[in-house]
């Protein structure tokens, strides 16, 4: 009777365990849903913001805002926007921030920021067997870019001496037509970040050659509205800025990109 009783015992023990386990991997996630929800708006743009294999979005903006935004007490839920009505989305309040690979250059005065916590080089690219090498030969040629975006600017304002008269300037709404439009022949070069081009090389065995000479070196940020005074930008540039310190962004950005150190040398961007 006693070995009975020993035996309902033990299995009472465990049944318990097993029922105070469940209850605090319940309590654990009823807390994390409880956090408050910060959206950040993107567009498909590899690798700093996609959709894998299964489905998920990932890339190394969803990675770093994760990881800075849940050391902040919040989490965070990605959400895809139209990239030509950004500015629009946070300054109602449907999203509260924008990251992307989104340069702050030239953009200082249009948005709150937190940044810049990575460098990037907005660059050319033409095909394998193009005879363009420099700037100067984009001249009277033609050239796609995605719309609202810094390259976009650079090629309608020209005030860099640097930028000849194109025939056409394409704008497309949808970064991956313009790489779709180099390699039908369609235009004669792109312009967009550095990043996007190699990655769009890996990942559709594209011959494209980038230019040696680059159109500018950019900082890139998180961009809250204009007359956003929570608070939250500040304390994001300050968490990102911790992160990049303790090598926790090293660990991200390696994991896409080769030489990530480049990418996180920030300091004399002057942002």
Not at 17 to 26: E, M, S
Not at 76 to 90: A, H, P, R
Not at 99 to 122: H, N, P, V
Request: with cysteine; charged share 30%.
């Amino acid at each position: 009777m006693k070995g009975k009783r020993g035996i309902a015992g033990i299995l009472l023990v465990g049944i318990l365990a097993v029922t105070l386990t469940g209850c605090k991997n319940t309590d654990s996630s009823k807390k994390e849903t409880e956090k408050p929800v910060i959206t950040l708006g993107s567009d498909n743009y590899p690798p700093y913001n996609y959709l894998n294999e299964d489905g998920v979005t990932t890339g190394i903006d969803v990675e770093l805002a994760t990881e800075a935004f849940k050391r902040m007490g919040y989490q965070v839920d990605v959400v895809q926007i139209d990239w030509e009505e950004k500015k629009e989305l946070v300054e109602s309040g449907e999203i509260d921030c924008i990251m992307g690979c989104f340069s702050m250059e030239g953009r200082l005065d249009d948005y709150r920021w937190a940044g810049s916590y990575i460098a990037s080089r907005q660059v050319v690219a033409v095909n394998a067997s193009s005879d363009i090498y420099k700037l100067s030969d984009l001249e009277g040629k033609n050239l796609a870019v995605q719309s609202t975006t810094k390259p976009e600017g650079i090629f309608l304002d020209r005030t860099d001496e640097r930028i000849p008269k194109l025939e056409n300037l394409i704008s497309l709404g949808h970064r991956e037509l313009i790489y779709t439009f180099l390699a039908k022949g369609y235009v004669d070069a792109v312009a967009v970040h550095e990043e996007s081009i190699v990655q769009y090389m890996k990942d559709y065995d594209a011959s494209f050659r980038i230019l040696e000479e680059p159109l500018m070196l950019t900082g890139i940020g998180v961009a809250f509205a204009k007359d956003d005074d929570r608070g939250i930008c500040e304390q994001m540039e300050q968490t990102l800025e911790e992160m990049r310190q303790d090598g926790t962004s090293l660990k991200i950005v390696e994991k896409y990109l080769d030489d990530p150190q480049k990418y996180l040398e920030v300091d004399d961007l002057g942002y």
